[in-house]
């Protein structure tokens, strides 16, 4: 169904969303026709977030907002739904579009398997009313249903429609880019090699793509790293866990600004703790890359401002290889809580390719590496 047919009959005329791949059609065709514009449309730092602004929105206008999500989004709207809209509260009416990632029966990576099986039953118990949108959906049969769905609105409750995979079209072209000089894969490449043999948790997506990629091509083992291949924004806490439970270990964390936005409060837990052994790295290239490049709001933060205000003992920037091999060598040798931001260019490899490990053959040997004894 092409993505403009799908947004007419749905008839929204604010949208809130995280952005997500399998939702790629929409995200672009939002980005083309409003940009970012607060009264239209905004990418927020969390779905949960994206449900609380749009409850702003309907209480302002007393209209209904569309909220866009990853289905792995929707433990984040749990909370908003049931103790803000729910018609039990407040009843407030929402259109949630999910992009059903891991979707039973179809392959996918492991992260999204179990929430692709609980997505339709997760909006069941959230009583929100879904309708799963595939390639046989016609405009005839969404019109439909979304008369049906407008009752339901106006009774102050929630609906879903649940997007399968290449559901939605849109034909036109969106590049995302910044001026940035480093790619990603090379800063990745060199926190490989001054971390030497300390241990690496990295953060959802691509950055834990190419850090198995490296590790491949230097002929090294995986058990060094942690890779969070789901759970996006929580690899800086699992770093902080592991950093005040192993002190005689250096601790490095690869998180990225989108991960860091949606869960920004673990810097505040992370710099109150100041464990002196954790290096947290922030890959900044102001998008949210892996699912299609669309922007965050990491142009408008002062990250390394940020952190020091958390507690962290340094806090530096960097937008060079030269620069960035200095801070990752001083790191590597100081004895203080240190946060790096690195400014990064958007794009990978179009032959990146993912890890070949399970996610819990990768558990095991990183936990079996963290048992021994440092060297």
């Keep these: 169904m092409n993505v403009k047919s799908f947004t007419d009959i749905i008839g929204a005329e604010f ?13 672009d065709h939002l980005m083309k026709t ?20 749009a409850a702003g929105y309907h209480l302002a206008t ?19 739904v049931a103790s803000l809209l729910n018609d039990k509260v407040y009843a407030m009416p929402c259109v949630f579009v999910i992009g059903w990632r891991g979707e039973p029966n179809v392959h996918d990576e492991p ?67 910044n001026d940035a000089a480093m ?3 090379e800063a990745i490449r060199r926190i490989v090699k001054v971390s030497g043999d300390d241990p690496i948790v990295s953060t959802t997506g691509k950055a834990s793509r190419e850090l198995f990629e490296i590790r491949e091509a230097n002929g090294q083992e995986h058990k060094y790293d942690f890779l969070t291949v789901g ?3 929580h ?18 964390c690869i998180d990225g600004d989108g991960a860091a936005l949606m869960h920004m409060g673990a810097m505040a837990v992370i710099g109150a703790n100041k464990p002196k052994n954790l290096v947290h790295i922030l890959i900044n290239n102001g ?25 962290y003992g340094k806090a530096v920037k960097v937008a060079t290889y030269d620069a960035l091999e200095a801070e990752l060598d001083l790191a590597k040798n100081e004895n203080t809580l240190t946060f790096i931001e690195v400014e990064c260019a958007i794009g990978s490899r179009a032959d990146l390719g993912r890890p070949t490990t399970t996610a819990i053959e990768n558990k095991n040997s990183f936990v079996r590496f963290l048992a021994e004894t440092k060297a």
């Design 15 to 27: 949208f809130c969303g995280v952005p997500d791949s399998q939702l790629k059609p929409l995200c």
């Design 34 to 53: 409003y940009g970012i514009d607060p009264k239209r449309h905004l990418i927020a730092a969390n779905e949960g977030n994206c449900v609380a602004i």
């Design 62 to 80: 007393g209209k209904t907002p569309l909220v866009y999500l990853q289905n792995s989004g929707e433990g984040n709207i749990i909370n908003p």
């Design 111 to 177: 992260q999204h398997i179990y929430q692709g099986q609980v997505t339709l039953r997760l909006l069941e118990d959230m009583d929100i009313a879904a309708y799963v949108i595939d390639g046989a959906t016609t405009e005839k049969m969404l019109e439909q249903k979304m008369r049906e769905f407008d009752a339901l609105l106006a009774r102050g409750k929630q609906v879903a429609f649940v997007v399968k995979k290449n559901a939605l079209e849109y034909k036109e072209s969106v590049k995302y880019k």
């Design 183 to 185: 790619s990603r894969e």
């Design 231 to 233: 759970s996006m924004g």
């Design 235 to 252: 690899s800086s806490s699992i770093a902080l866990g592991i950093a005040v439970n192993k002190p005689d270990r250096k601790i490095w």
């Design 287 to 311: 998008a949210h890359e892996t699912v299609g490049g669309m922007p965050t709001v990491s142009n408008t933060v002062d990250y390394t401002a940020v952190a020091l205000a958390c507690g």
